[in-house]
């Protein structure tokens, strides 16, 4: 009798223990996250976003002239960066210069595209 009470604290002792283990692992992994989130959501924050820039602001860009920027806004809206290339309205060369300064967000869901 001795025995089985004995294994049975055991046992709770064991699962109680691994119960701790595997919470304090889920909240360091969810605090080491927050950071790393909030750092990729501010390096798109500073992209160019294809969608809403300006034609100057395109111009800025290394290899986007005035007609290259026409282009793009022309070609509107853009589902992701690399649409520049495919829809053939920078060579791979340009986009290569500017990839990492652009970005091609979308619009929010339920958001209106239009007056009524």
Same mark, same amino acid.
């Given at each position: 009798?001795?025995?089985?009470?004995?294994?049975?604290?055991?046992?709770?002792?064991?699962?109680?223990?691994?119960?701790?283990?595997?919470?304090?692992?889920?909240?360091? =992994?969810?605090? @080491?996250?927050?950071? =790393?989130?909030?750092?990729?959501? @501010? =390096? @798109? $924050?500073?992209?160019?976003?294809?969608?809403? $820039?300006?034609?100057?602001?395109?111009?800025?860009?290394?290899?986007?002239?005035?007609?290259?920027?026409?282009?793009?806004?022309?070609? +509107?809206?853009? +589902?992701?960066?690399?649409?520049?290339?495919? +829809?053939?309205?920078?060579?791979?060369?340009?986009?290569?210069?500017?990839?990492?300064?652009?970005?091609?967000?979308?619009?929010? @869901?339920? =958001?209106?595209?239009?007056?009524?």
């Amino acid at each position: 009798m001795k025995f089985l009470r004995s294994t049975s604290v055991i046992r709770m002792l064991l699962l109680l223990f691994l119960t701790l283990c595997l919470s304090a692992g889920t909240a360091k =992994a969810s605090s @080491a996250s927050g950071p =790393a989130l909030q750092s990729a959501r @501010a =390096a @798109a $924050a500073d992209k160019l976003d294809l969608n809403t $820039a300006t034609k100057d602001q395109l111009k800025a860009l290394p290899g986007i002239d005035d007609t290259h920027a026409q282009k793009i806004i022309d070609g +509107r809206p853009y +589902r992701t960066k690399l649409d520049l290339v495919h +829809r053939k309205i920078i060579t791979r060369a340009t986009y290569d210069k500017i990839k990492d300064q652009i970005i091609a967000k979308q619009p929010k @869901a339920g =958001a209106m595209t239009g007056p009524k």
